[in-house]
């Protein structure tokens, strides 16, 4: 096994909030990880921070072999994401959603339209593809979203919550997707949840963060079996590291925008 | 081939191929095509919903119909030899510039909100890139009220200048000052970063900008403090050069002064856009 991604001594820190502490993290190339924790844990700080859209206040990481502090620039073209919120421009068709995201990883002319072509066949949106995303489905918006943030074969896909306020089928559709793309691509996905069923379903190595911290880490199995009993899952699990309570934490606009996201997927 | 044959991704041979330079030439390349797909961004969702550009069409109708044939008439303006019609038709599409852009900055409070702000500085867009695609998309819709106020002029009577060179020249300078009006609205939107706020500043700057100019009356009636204003006033500037273009002044050197300030005022802007922009994700 060889590390795709690894951070040192992460930190970042908002004015007199240490968002997050210290992570050390290490992410297996091919696999899934997920990160785990309350609203308010710092997992989003974290993702942000990886993805380059945040400087971290101290520490490193680094992604297949650069640094997010001095190669920021390089690292956006092996990197995908997919933020929590529905990003997918609802006044273009899906197909240029997928346009414009192609031309902006300068895919050349030729392969772009055989690649967007491929990615909406691969999501089973081949026949939505002239629609206006507006009148998508949020299961359907998710769907394209990550196809977006495939085009260019990223090394490392991140998710930030990726299924927040989807229905069970909608929810199992995406899953089955990101299992896909892991599969046929050997993509590494690194995705934030709150969801232990989407966790355990999904993920090959779990980080749980509280208040910015690690406070736990292995396989789904093994951190089940870390608290005993024979019947624990992994919502026990989270409950023992990240304190019983479940909504400490998470500020006023984290929770508008879950809700908005709800509000546009329902 | 299968999918797999296609690009597997690996790690290490990618991440040392994009260390090594690229060319000055190429990278220009990339940063006006980065650019140019920023602004077919806005042009595809204007395409799908033109009817924002409709509706735009009535200010600057009620301006010169209105307001213009009223004070054409009471002659109570100094306009020099130029009739009060043709002084006014230039300060209308300047106005109309000015108010299809200032407004322009909460679509990335939007964007922000739905996170396509976010996905964009992931991707491997220069932040001047996005900025600048942005200003000239702006100049695209402004070039539409453009379009309307010749038609209009004409209509009225309105002595214009066909001469193709002068028409390039406004072209030019209306994509200008709606960049320059435009990227000072998102400046805007990065620093307030809410909706509410945003509107309130906008509806605070838009009248004072328009009157603290010689879009509808000359400087030289202007009290003292606010001749200071119109001077500082990018709109001023741009009135200017249209009028000068659009009714075939006799083309002087000043010409040239006022189109390079707009130049440097946009050059600014983008600058100080570029850098607040990337703020909006965090």
Known sequence: MTPILETHNLVRQFDDLVAVKNLNITVEAGTVFGLLGPNGAGKSTAIKMLTTLLPPTAGDAIIAGLSITRHAAQIRRLIGYVPQMLSADGTLTGYENLLIMAKLYDLPGQEREARVREA?????????????????????????????SMLHRPAVLFLDEPTVGLDPIARRAVWEHVQQLGREFGTTIFLTTHMMEEADNLCDHIVIMHLGEEVASGTPESLKASIGGDEVTLDDVFIHYSGSSLESGGSYRDTARTRRTARRVG | MTLQEQGVPHGELD?????????????SLRFVQKTLVIAELEARKLRHDPTELLTRAVQPALWLLVFGQVFASIRAIPTGD?????????GILAQSVLFISIFSGITVIWERDLGIVHKLLVSPTPRT???LGK????????????IIVYILSALLGVNINWNPLALLGVLLAVILGSAIFSTF?????????????????????????FFASNAIYPITIMPEWLKVLALIN???YLVNVLRTLMLGQPVTPLLLVNLVVLFAVTAVLIAIGARLYPRLAV
């Not at chain 2, 040392?16 to 990278?27: D, E, K, N, T, V």
């Not at chain 2, 130029?82 to 230039?90: E, V």
């Not at chain 2, 509410?196 to 700057?205: A, D, H, K, S, W």
């Open chain 1, 120 to 148: 909406l066949a691969f999501m089973g949106l081949d026949g939505a593809a002239d629609q206006l995303v507006r009148t998508y489905s949020g299961g359907m918006i998710r769907r394209l979203e990550i196809a977006q």
């Open chain 2, 15 to 27: 991440s040392a191929a994009l260390l090594r330079p690229i060319g000055i030439f190429s990278a």
């Open chain 2, 82 to 90: 130029l009739s009060y019609l043709d002084y006014m038709a230039p």
């Open chain 2, 129 to 131: 890139a996005l900025v």
């Open chain 2, 135 to 146: 200003a000239l998309s702006a100049g695209v819709r402004a070039l539409s009220q453009a």
């Open chain 2, 185 to 209: 609205s998102m400046i805007i939107a990065c620093l307030v970063k809410t909706r509410e706020r945003f509107m309130g500043i906008g509806q605070l700057l838009t009248m004072p900008l």
């Open chain 2, 234 to 236: 990018p709109l001023s």
